[in-house]
């Protein structure tokens, strides 16, 4: 891997916090991603399942997380199973978790390895009553491939038919959604990488330039910096372009006199960055341009002051609408009619703005957390307002990403990379 090393005190606290919420005499089992063919003997490249990763700090294939708080043997309450590895894996594949690597990592003392995992799992579910299988329950998902998980939960439910049933996701919700100081910290890397993509490409962006020559830019400042590359599919998106709002073929020419929308961010450690800045490509906006630009700017500075412990997201949201009807009204795009004569499921502002504000993000860009109960110190969430207007050739978002405090306004990760209009001119022009 390319990143520092994670004290394995944050897995240690994460298993516990899962373990506290377990029911009497449960298992709960957690498996790695698989490796995903392509064709002939092409893999995409390995990505770790995200919650064995958070419970664990496991990065490998082939792994599985088993956790069983009143096990008999203290020594099974906590097992971590890899694959076991020797010369000839070291000299294909490289180098993989020795049992003595595997404990360092994750603070586990029990490991196995995989091919004893039949044997020991037999052993302790005749102690264990339920069993928690980890599906997938995100608000966005739409999976249809079959993965590891999918085919150890459809294995063992009929391997064990007597066993209660208990479901890992409303835990993992809770607990994933708080993050806690070394998860902050390694998303303030994740943030610092994409800063020096960003100001990289200020000096770099003229008329003419290539969306994926931006693209190239980036990639190259972030894995410089010790990460894999991109948190999610890059969106550079030049002129009307930036009306998509998941454009991802980057491939047209930026312009003279169009504004390049560019939602970009670096992972690092497997955690998440997630930022969107608008800039002009040859360096100076419009004036109509900057008109829209600072009021999407204030709509994102006014919607992250109501990010504070107690907010609830559904009515976060409604508010984010009243701010942006305001400026839309100011901008001359509404209308007063348009507003009383709005549909509610569908108000007039959502013409130009129609997407949400602002989603959890960690190890997943849009990560786990609770969304039905009050938001918490320590959550972080995106805050992302956009103005999109293809009559106008133009479509701006600005995105930071922000931990909500105690007390006061949320702290913003992103605070040293440059968003206000002057500062982007600057910048580019030097």
């Known amino acids: 891997m390319k990143y520092d090393q994670i004290p394995n005190s944050l897995f240690i606290k994460n298993r516990k916090k899962f373990m506290d919420r377990m029911q009497p005499k449960s298992i709960a089992v957690f498996n790695s991603n698989d490796i995903y063919p392509i064709a002939a003997d092409s893999v995409l490249p390995f990505e770790q399942h995200r919650d064995i990763f958070y419970l664990s700090g496991a990065d490998q294939e082939e792994t599985i997380l088993v956790l069983f708080p009143d096990a008999i043997n203290k020594n099974h309450r906590e097992v971590l199973f890899v694959r076991e590895t020797n010369e000839h894996i070291a000299i294909w594949e490289g180098e993989k978790l020795t049992k003595e690597k595997a404990t360092e990592v994750s603070g586990i003392e029990t490991v196995c390895w995989l091919q004893d995992f039949e044997k020991i799992f037999f052993d302790l579910m005749t102690e264990a009553e339920t069993i928690y299988f980890n599906t997938n329950e995100h608000y966005r998902q739409a999976v249809e491939t079959q993965t590891r998980e999918d085919r150890f939960i459809e294995k063992y439910k009929h391997q064990y038919p007597a066993h209660k049933v208990a479901k890992s996701n409303p835990i993992l919700q809770e607990i994933r959604g708080v993050k806690e100081p070394e998860e902050i910290a390694i998303m303030q ?6 800063e020096k993509g960003f100001r990289r490409l200020l000096s770099f962006v003229k008329p003419g330039v290539m969306e994926y020559e931006i693209e190239a830019e980036l990639l190259h400042e972030f894995v410089r910096n010790k990460s894999k590359g991109f948190a999610y599919q890059p969106i550079i998106a030049s002129g009307n372009n930036a009306n998509v709002l998941h454009y991802l073929e980057n491939n047209k020419p930026c312009n003279d006199g169009d504004l390049i929308l560019m939602d970009v961010a670096a992972e690092y450690a497997n955690y ?15 004036k109509r341009q900057k008109e829209v630009y600072n009021a999407v700017l204030r709509v994102k500075d006014d919607a992250t002051k109501m990010l504070v ?27 007063k009619a348009d507003v009383q004569n709005e549909n509610p499921e569908w108000p007039a502002y ?22 039905k109960t009050p938001m918490k110190a320590n959550m972080v969430f995106t805050v992302e307002p956009g103005i999109y207007i293809p009559a106008e050739n133009m479509g701006i978002r600005l995105e930071d990403d922000v931990v909500i405090q105690e007390k006061g306004e949320p ?3 992103m605070a040293n990379i440059p968003i206000k209009a002057d500062e982007i001119e600057e910048l580019m022009n030097k």
Do not use: Q, V
């Open 411 to 413: 702290f913003n990760l």
């Open 309 to 335: 412990p107690g907010t609830l997201w559904a009515e976060y949201h409604k508010e984010c609408g009243k701010l942006m009807t305001s400026e839309l009204l100011g901008l001359g795009l509404l209308d």
């Open 189 to 194: 890397t994740a943030c610092n990488i994409t």
């Open 272 to 286: 998440s960055s997630d930022l969107t800045r608008t800039i002009p490509a040859n360096g100076k906006f419009t």
């Open 350 to 371: 959502k013409k130009y703005f129609m997407h949400g504000t602002s989603h959890h993000i960690g190890l997943n860009t849009h990560d786990y957390g609770a969304l």
